[in-house]
């Protein structure tokens, strides 16, 4: 048997009723695919949910709140302290 390096997801889930009745309407509905596709199908689905409006909203409130935080220490550099310090060590990219 060859081996692949290929990374891979296992993953394993104890059917409870909900969660059963879930997947028969999977099959039922996607019955040309197999059981990987069906849950990279959606996989890809809850990543397309995550650019909703509501997410990104839900971001852009938590990084405000994020960079209010920050901007309310009183220790660590200033925002000109970490300019300079990004311009002397930034890395050099070709």
């Known amino acids: ?37 069906i849950i990279r199908l959606a996989l890809n689905n809850l990543a397309k949910q995550s650019t909703t409006k509501e997410y990104k909203e839900y971001l852009d409130n938590s990084l405000d709140e994020i960079l209010k935080e920050i901007e309310s220490r009183e220790v660590g550099m200033t925002e000109e302290e970490f300019f300079a310090w990004w311009n002397k060590n930034k890395p050099f990219t070709k």
């Open 1 to 37: 048997m060859k081996k692949t390096n290929t990374p891979s997801l296992q993953i394993k889930l104890a059917l409870d009723a909900g969660l059963k009745k879930t997947w028969l309407q999977l099959k039922q509905e996607y019955q040309a695919l197999d059981k990987a596709s």
